[in-house]
């Protein structure tokens, strides 16, 4: 009997043995993004070619705020740079209470759903697809860019007005996707960090609106990844969110594996490649993390992919030799 990806990613937040420890990759794929037939087509050629385990759907990062007046620049993107905004969806503080709540099925939204529909038409559930979404701070940051700070701090109510309604659209996106089949959410939170705010700030501004989206669809899913986005992380105020699995930088900030392993240990953890050593080739340190956090996740709650979205260029003899890597480094892993 064949092995599939989902077969190995059901085991591994089970923590049972299998043959290998799964593994997946993702990056962007720069104005293919903004098409759904061709986004779909690609990311199924991405999954093919490297015989990925779960599939990360892989949008342009700008998708949650396109229906809410946002323009972005993505010019910077196939150079290894990052999408730009040139027009913010807010400008003053009464915008966020002006916000005008899309329909899911439609626009910019509409088109990622799209583009899932196909892609999981494509997949046949041989692999479970999860659906990228940010958190509601992290999409109301995206919408009005440098005054977030400011915002917060002189108009704390007009800022929880326009979460409620932020939150309310992402909650209808991911339901709608896990619909249409999805396994879970991959869900990108670039807030939750010292060097945006502090502990307290977060707790207001984005806990409670995390964990609405969260507990809505948690009876809808089986797969839900929390990514903690940059250094310096608040992640002893994430672990209790209803997920099964965090993805982090892992080799560049707190926690380290060890210390994640102790504070949550039924949670299985995604990550442990760093991804700029994916962009630049450096397959002697890639090697040296896959049996570092091998060893370290002796529970089998590993599944190994990069701690956030490979930059380009993305060079295919790269994934192609990290792949044969661990899939001849870690069989003996899963046999722990």
């Known amino acids: 009997m064949k092995i599939t990806g989902t077969m190995r990613i059901k085991a591994a937040l089970r923590g049972e043995k299998l043959d290998r420890v799964p593994y997946s990759f993702w990056t962007h794929l720069p104005l293919i993004d903004l098409d759904p037939v061709r986004l779909a087509e690609e990311t199924y050629r991405f999954y093919k070619t490297y015989d990925l385990d779960f599939i990360k759907n892989m949008p342009n990062g700008m998708f949650s705020i396109e229906d809410f007046g946002c323009v972005s620049d993505y010019a910077k993107v196939p150079h290894g740079g990052v999408a730009e905004i040139v027009k913010y969806g807010i400008e003053s503080p009464d915008d966020w209470t002006r916000l005008v709540e899309p329909d899911v099925t439609d626009g910019a939204l509409g088109r990622e759903l799209d583009s899932l529909e196909l892609l999981l038409d494509k997949v046949k559930g041989e692999a479970p697809v999860v659906v990228t979404i940010f958190t509601p701070l992290t999409t109301a940051s995206k919408l009005c860019g440098p005054l977030m700070l400011k915002h917060i701090k002189q108009y704390p109510e007009q800022v929880k007005a326009g979460l409620e309604l932020i939150t309310r659209v992402t909650v209808n996106f991911a339901k709608e996707a896990l619909r249409r ?52 992380i608040m992640h002893k105020l994430l672990i209790d969110y209803p997920v099964h699995a965090f993805n982090w930088h892992i080799w560049e900030t707190a926690p380290s594996v060890s210390e994640f392993i102790k504070l949550v240990p039924d949670k299985t953890i995604v990550g442990g490649l760093q991804r700029f050593h994916i962009t630049n080739g450096r397959m002697e340190d890639l090697r040296h993390e896959i049996k570092e956090v091998s060893g370290l996740v002796n529970n089998n709650k590993l599944i190994l992919a990069p701690g956030c979205v490979i930059r380009y260029p993305v060079r295919q003899a790269v994934l192609e030799e990290l792949t044969g890597e661990i899939i001849r480094s870690t069989g003996t892993v899963a046999e722990k």
Request: proline residues 2%; aromatic residues 14%.
């Open 181 to 232: 089949g999805c396994a879970g959410v991959f869900c990108a939170n670039q807030m939750a960090t010292y060097s945006q705010l502090t502990e307290e700030e977060y707790i207001q501004f984005g806990v409670p609106y995390d964990k609405q989206v969260l507990n809505s669809i948690s009876n809808d899913s089986w797969f839900n990844i929390l990514h903690i986005h940059g250094t310096d």
